[in-house]
C-alpha cells in the first residue's frame, strides 16, 4: 500500500539544511536558515527566559494536561504586548497553539469553516508555508502584488490596485513587521491606506506577527497591527514567541481573533478550540509558562527587553556591515537597500542559478529565492560573501 503515496514537494528551507549538513568545506556559511544567531553562530537561551525557567521549575505542581486554549494568562500577556490598548480585551478572544505555524492553520481552518469566507490574498513573496497552509485547510489562494525585487523596496502603488479586486468577505494576509523574506515594512501611512481599503471592501485581514522586537522595538513593531486593528470591525492575528523570546524548539504561539464581544466571536473561538483538537489536542506548558512567568515579573521584563534590544542592534549593525561590504565589492549602490529592511531577512535579488554559483564557488548558503539571514552573519564571513556575491553578478 505505502508505494502508492507521490512524494511531496520538497521543502526548501530543509532542503537547504541537509546540503549545508552534508557540504565537508569547513569554510561554509549558513545564511538560509531562519534562527537567530550571535557572532560565533550560536542560536542562544535568552538569560530572562533560562532565569523564569528556573523559576518555573521550581514551582510547578503538575504535569497534567493544559485545557484546549492553553495558558489563559500566557495568552492575555501576548494579547498586551501585540495589542496594547488598541481595542477592548472584551473584544478579544485568544488561544495559545503550538508555535506561530499552527495559529497560521488554525485561524485558516476556523476561516474555511465559514461559508461566508471568501479567497486568501497573499502579498508575493511570503513566508514559505502561508500558501501550502492556506491551501491545506481548504482556502483559495490568490497573491497580491508586494514586493519590486529591482529596487528592493515595497511595490505599493501595486499592492492597493491588486487588493482594490479584492471582495467583501475576502482575507487579507498581511505580514505584522519584519517581512519574511524580504525585510521590507509598510510605513504607518501605508499601513493606514492600507486599512482604510480593507474596511471599505469589507475584507478581513489576517495579521501574522512573529518577530516583534527585531525591526524598530516592540512598541513601533506593532504601531500598524495596533492601528489596524482600532480600524477595522473584525481581524484575525498570528503571534510566535520563537525568535523575540528565542523558545524556538519549545513551540510557543498564540491566535486571536478581534470582533464585537458576544456570540459571534465566541463561537468562532469555539471553531478555533475545535480545530486544534484535532490537529494536536492539547498545547504543550513549558514555553507558555515560562513566558508568562517572564512577563509577570518587572524584572525579568525588564532584562529580557533589553536582550531583544541587544539582538536588534546586532542585526541593524549586520545591515550596516553588508550594505557597506557589498558597495565595496561590487562598486555600486545596487545593494544598499538593505540598510533600510527590518528583521532578519533582505531579499536580494539573485536568481537562483547565481544562488546556487555562489554555494558552490564560495560555500555561502542561501534559499534559492536569495533570502539572507542577516542575523546570521559575522564579522569574519563579510568579506567572503561581498566577494562571492560579486562574482555571480559580474
Known amino acids: 500500500m505505502f508505494e502508492n503515496y507521490k512524494s511531496p514537494a520538497p521543502d526548501v528551507i530543509l532542503e537547504l539544511m541537509q546540503q549545508f549538513r552534508a557540504d565537508p568545506r569547513p569554510e561554509k556559511i549558513d545564511l538560509g536558515i531562519g534562527v537567530y544567531k550571535t557572532g560565533d553562530g550560536k542560536t542562544p537561551v535568552?538569560?530572562?527566559?533560562?532565569?523564569?525557567?528556573?523559576?518555573?521549575?521550581?514551582?510547578?505542581?503538575?504535569?497534567?494536561?493544559?485545557?484546549?486554549?492553553?495558558?489563559?494568562?500566557f495568552v492575555d500577556r501576548i494579547r498586551t504586548l501585540v495589542l496594547d490598548d488598541a481595542v477592548s480585551p472584551?473584544?478579544?478572544?485568544?488561544i495559545q497553539t503550538v508555535g506561530g505555524g499552527a495559529a497560521v492553520r488554525l485561524l485558516a481552518d476556523m476561516l474555511a469553516a465559514n461559508d461566508k469566507c471568501g479567497r486568501i490574498w497573499i502579498p508575493s513573496p511570503t513566508w514559505i508555508n502561508h500558501v501550502p497552509i492556506s491551501k491545506a485547510a481548504g482556502l483559495e489562494v490568490v497573491t497580491?502584488?508586494?514586493?519590486?525585487?529591482?529596487?528592493?523596496?515595497?511595490?505599493?502603488?501595486?499592492m492597493l490596485d491588486d487588493l482594490g479586486k479584492a471582495e467583501a468577505n475576502d482575507i487579507v494576509l498581511l505580514h505584522g513587521c519584519c517581512h519574511n523574506p524580504t525585510g521590507a515594512d509598510l510605513t504607518l501611512e501605508q499601513w493606514r491606506a492600507t486599512a482604510a481599503l480593507i474596511a471599505e471592501r469589507g475584507l478581513l485581514p489576517f495579521v501574522d506577527i512573529a518577530y516583534q522586537g527585531f525591526g524598530d522595538g516592540l512598541e513601533e513593531d506593532a504601531a500598524g497591527v495596533?492601528?489596524?486593528?482600532?480600524?477595522?470591525?473584525?481581524?484575525v492575528i498570528s503571534t510566535s514567541c520563537s525568535k523575540n523570546f528565542g523558545v524556538y524548539r519549545d513551540r510557543v504561539g498564540t491566535a486571536m481573533i478581534i470582533g464585537d464581544p458576544g456570540a459571534g466571536i465566541d463561537k468562532a473561538r469555539e471553531v478555533l478550540l475545535s480545530a486544534g483538537r484535532v490537529n494536536y489536542s492539547f498545547p504543550p506548558n513549558h514555553g507558555a509558562a515560562t513566558i508568562s512567568l517572564l512577563l509577570s515579573d518587572p524584572t525579568l521584563t525588564s532584562a529580557w527587553k533589553s536582550e531583544l534590544d541587544e539582538m536588534r542592534q546586532r542585526i541593524l549593525g549586520n545591515r550596516e556591515a553588508l550594505a557597506q561590504t557589498l558597495r565595496s565589492a561590487?562598486?555600486?549602490?545596487?545593494?544598499?537597500?538593505?540598510?533600510?529592511?527590518?528583521?532578519?531577512?533582505?531579499l536580494l535579488g539573485l536568481s537562483a542559478e547565481q544562488i546556487t554559483q555562489l554555494r558552490n564557488e564560495a560555500a555561502v548558503f542561501m534559499p534559492p529565492d536569495g533570502r539572507m539571514n542577516i542575523a546570521a552573519i559575522n564579522e569574519a564571513d563579510l568579506d567572503v560573501i561581498g566577494k562571492g556575491i560579486a562574482a555571480v553578478i559580474r
Not at 523559576?55 to 492553553?70: D, H, S
Not at 523596496?153 to 501595486?158: E, L, P, T
Not at 537597500?337 to 527590518?342: E, P, W, Y
Open 90 to 94: 472584551d473584544c478579544v478572544r485568544g
Open 226 to 235: 495596533r492601528l489596524l486593528a482600532g480600524t477595522v470591525p473584525e481581524m
Open 46 to 73: 535568552m538569560q530572562a527566559v533560562k532565569d523564569a525557567e528556573r523559576q518555573y521549575i521550581e514551582q510547578e505542581q503538575t504535569k497534567a494536561y493544559l485545557g484546549l486554549a492553553g495558558d489563559a494568562d
Open 330 to 346: 561590487t562598486n555600486s549602490d545596487r545593494f544598499d537597500f538593505v540598510r533600510g529592511h527590518k528583521g532578519m531577512f533582505s
Open 144 to 158: 497580491y502584488t508586494y514586493f519590486d525585487p529591482a529596487t528592493g523596496q515595497i511595490d505599493f502603488d501595486g
